[in-house]
């Protein structure tokens, strides 16, 4: 089986995500969004959130999996089977990083390449940081994620306020 791995902190999950887990999944048999359980970092929310909103966000695509992992990428996708690692370039200004993590990761496990899909356009200035740093202040998210993630933004800073 094709499959793919789409990996990410998905702190949540934004319609940049939503953007190439659409495009992506059309190019493979299985595509896994897979979320990274990070201890070194302190999330707005926790992976089974993330993990749950993603799942409801991708209910209706088939080849879609949502999974969540710890450590080296590389080794999450060589258990699950893929060759194939997704990310979405949104500005030159990610390529560095992303064409480190690629390089790396290929260095780790050569069988393993990275793609990259460019992000739409209109999405292009969009991230999750950006997304809670509007909602933090009461500013409308709408057309910026999806609507479940909106509700839970709400939901999370209205009990700080
Ligand atoms: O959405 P993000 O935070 O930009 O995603 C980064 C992610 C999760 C793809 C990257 O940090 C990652 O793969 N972390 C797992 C550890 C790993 O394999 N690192 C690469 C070698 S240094």
Do not use: W
């Not at 292009?124 to 994620?145: D, H, P, Q």
């Amino acid at each position: 089986m094709f499959i793919a791995v789409y990996p990410g902190s998905f702190d949540p999950i934004t319609n940049g995500h939503l953007d190439i887990i659409e495009r992506g999944r059309k190019l493979f048999e299985k595509f896994i969004v897979a979320i990274l359980r990070n201890p070194h970092k302190l999330p707005l929310f926790s992976v089974e959130e993330r993990a749950q909103m993603i799942q409801e966000v991708v209910q209706d695509f088939e080849n879609v999996e949502v999974a969540v992992f710890e450590g080296l990428l590389v080794k999450f996708a060589q258990e699950k089977g893929c060759k194939v690692i997704v990310r979405g370039l949104r500005a030159i200004s990610d390529y560095e990083y992303e064409t480190q993590l690629a390089v790396i990761n290929r260095k780790m496990f050569p069988e393993i390449e990275t793609i990259f899909l460019p992000t739409s356009t209109e999405y292009s200035y969009l991230n999750s940081t950006v997304v809670k740093e509007i909602a933090r202040f009461g500013g409308c998210v709408k057309g910026l994620v999806p609507p479940v993630v909106e509700r839970k933004l709400r939901e999370r800073f209205d009990t700080f306020r």
